[in-house]
Nanobody, 124 residues
Framework: QVQLVESGGGLVQAGGSLRLSCAGSGRTFSNCAMAWFRQAPGKEREFVAAIDWSAGNTRYADSVKGRFTISRDNAENTVYLQMNSLKPEETAVYYC?????????????????WGQGTQVTVSS
């Protein structure tokens, strides 16, 4: 059974940092592009960041560029999201996703596997 399990969410003050982790199991994800999305209450799920299979290419939503960093450890089947200078409006459930393709995409429909999400709450 293929699973993605996120961890690292929590409550942080505005301007603070969190590091999210997403551990994959049930198959190797080393040849899969992976991504992070988020969904705030009452809003649609949106793209945050993605990384291709080799970690050679990354992409970010404009709103997080310069503050968030996506990385991966293929030996550990894990992808990370380092989030700095967090803002209250970034309170959301953060989801990890993986695609069977090697190159990433910002499209939700481009991903085949999803985690259950981890809550990030940024207080003002």
């Amino acid at each position: 059974q293929v699973q993605l399990v996120e961890s690292g969410g929590g409550l942080v003050q505005a301007g603070g940092s969190l590091r999210l982790s997403c551990a994959g199991s049930g198959r190797t994800f080393s040849n899969c592009a992976m991504a992070w999305f988020r969904q705030a209450p009452g809003k649609e799920r949106e793209f945050v960041a993605a990384i291709d299979w080799s970690a050679g290419n990354t992409r970010y939503a404009d709103s997080v560029k310069g503050r968030f960093t996506i990385s991966r450890d293929n030996a550990e089947n894990t992808v990370y999201l380092q989030m700095n200078s967090l803002k209250p409006e970034e309170t959301a459930v953060y989801y990890c996703a993986a695609t069977v393709w090697i190159n990433s995409t910002p499209r939700i429909s481009g991903y085949d596997y999803w985690g259950q999400g981890t809550q990030v709450t940024v207080s003002s």
